[in-house]
């Protein structure tokens, strides 16, 4: 199971825009960002790996109230002390009183923020990230996000937004049990590494920001071939990846989806005993 994680959302970007060839999760750095929704199962192994790992707002109550129950053979509270986030942050309307004071009894930093109607707590974390990690590390960084997909749809299309709004800064993977999305960059050729173990077989390219007037694929059951996508027309869904390595260039950005599937019998706490020794 610990190779899930060194290959979920594993993709890489043509090196023009500096992003650098194929690299998996273990060497690559992370950052897990945790939304307000329900937290896949293989948080823990995302967050043993992470170099930052960071709340937004009532994201913090998930990770008090759900961590805990992935590990029912021991105390909540052992738990809880052993995933820290480095910072919670938002406009702090969420996260419950409780839950903030044991977390800043632990030293993790709370950074409040004026609550603005125009942008998301999401969208401040990102935007965190980006300003505190410096240029080189930002080529490098993958940011995984959890809880960001299955609840309201709103709060979805808007944690999807923010991928289109940091495209030219930082890699973002938004994950539930279910799935993963992310955004293939326009321009050049996407390089998609897939565990086939672990992710798909069903997966999507989808034209979310703007109509594209020509994309190609290799990889897929059925490859587009200088092909055009638009909502109304055609978009690529419930497609099947047939090979380690899928390649899309587009002529947009395009959102990439691919079903994760996870070994429901698989024994959480060991599944973290493994990863800590990685
Ligand atoms: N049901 C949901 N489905 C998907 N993402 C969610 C959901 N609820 C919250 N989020 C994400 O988690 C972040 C933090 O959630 P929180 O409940 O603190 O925010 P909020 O008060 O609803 O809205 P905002 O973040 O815009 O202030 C949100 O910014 C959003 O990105
Ligand atoms: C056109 C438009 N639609 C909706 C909102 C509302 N809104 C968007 S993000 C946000 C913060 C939530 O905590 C709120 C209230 C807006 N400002 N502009």
């Known amino acids: 199971m610990e190779s ?3 290959h979920v959302t594993d993709y890489t970007i ?29 948080t823990p192994l995302l967050w043993s790996q992470a170099r930052l790992r960071v709340c937004a707002d009532g994201g913090a109550n998930r990770l008090y109230d759900e961590l805990p129950r992935l ?48 942008t998301t707590d999401f969208h401040k974390i990102i935007r965190y990230i980006e300003e505190s990690t410096p ?23 808007g944690n999807i937004n923010v991928l289109w709004t940091f495209a030219n800064s930082l890699r973002i993977v938004l994950l539930s049990e279910e799935s993963s999305l992310t955004l293939l960059p326009a321009g050049s050729t996407n390089e998609i590494h897939i565990n086939q ?46 090979s380690d390595v899928v390649t899309v260039t587009s002529d947009v950005h395009l959102l990439w989806t691919i079903e994760l599937r996870y070994d429901m019998d698989h024994d959480m706490s060991q599944v973290f005993s493994d990863c800590s020794r990685s």
């Open 4 to 6: 899930v994680l060194k």
């Open 14 to 42: 043509n090196a023009s825009r500096g992003i650098g060839s194929a690299r998996s999760i273990s060497e690559a750095p992370t950052a897990v960002v945790v939304l307000n929704y329900r937290l896949p199962r293989f």
């Open 71 to 118: 590990f029912p053979g021991e105390e909540p509270e052992a738990v809880r002390n052993r995933f820290k986030p480095d910072v919670i942050k938002g406009d702090l309307d969420s996260v419950r009183a409780d839950v903030r004071d044991f977390y800043m009894n632990l030293g993790t930093r709370i950074i409040g923020e004026a609550h603005d109607q125009d």
């Open 135 to 157: 240029e080189l590390d930002k080529t490098q960084l993958k940011v995984l996000v959890v809880g960001a997909l299955g609840g309201r749809f709103d709060h979805e299309a």
């Open 197 to 242: 173990t672990f992710e798909g077989p069903h997966c999507g390219l989808l034209p979310v920001g703007a109509p594209s007037l020509s994309t190609t694929s290799t990889g897929l059951r059925w490859n587009l071939d200088r092909t055009p996508m638009s909502f109304g027309s055609l978009i690529s869904t419930c497609n099947i990846v047939e």
